[in-house]
């Protein structure tokens, strides 16, 4: 069973930045593929970013790419995202995700990834 433990959600302006973690505990993180995802209020879970075993390989929704970019330290168990020019519409819980199948596929939707975080709330304010 792997456990995975958001945080560093939190109340920022427009054009901030923040860097979400998660901690990963049980099986082995580094044989993981990892992603997070985001749910704004009254919407589905959309994909947000995904990066491969040894991260010589990410994937970003268009939504957030050049001002998002993910992160992951094997040695620590951690995955990273870190936020900049965060904007109104990026207000949602943000949840990061494990695929621990053998393929080096990067899902980027729900049924790819098989554990999920409770999530952290990050809200832009205009």
């Known amino acids: 069973q792997v456990q995975l433990v958001e945080s560093g959600g939190g109340l920022v302006q427009a054009g901030g930045s923040l860097r979400l973690s998660c901690a990963a505990s049980?099986?082995?993180?580094?044989?993981?593929?990892m992603g997070w995802f985001r749910q704004a209020p009254g919407k589905g879970r959309e994909f947000v970013a995904a990066?491969?075993?040894?991260?010589?390989?990410?994937h970003y929704a268009d939504s957030v790419k050049g001002r998002f970019t993910i992160s992951r330290d094997n040695a620590k168990n951690m995955l990273y995202l870190r936020m900049n020019s965060l904007k109104p519409e990026d207000t949602a819980v943000y949840y990061c995700?494990?695929?621990?199948?053998?393929?080096?596929?990067?899902?980027?939707?729900?049924?790819?990834?098989?554990?999920w975080g409770q999530g952290t709330q990050v809200t832009v304010s205009s």
């Open positions: 990066i491969t075993r040894r991260s010589d390989g990410t």
């Open positions: 995700a494990a695929d621990t199948r053998p393929d080096d596929i990067l899902p980027v939707i729900m049924s790819g990834y098989d554990y």
């Open positions: 049980g099986g082995t993180f580094r044989s993981n593929i």
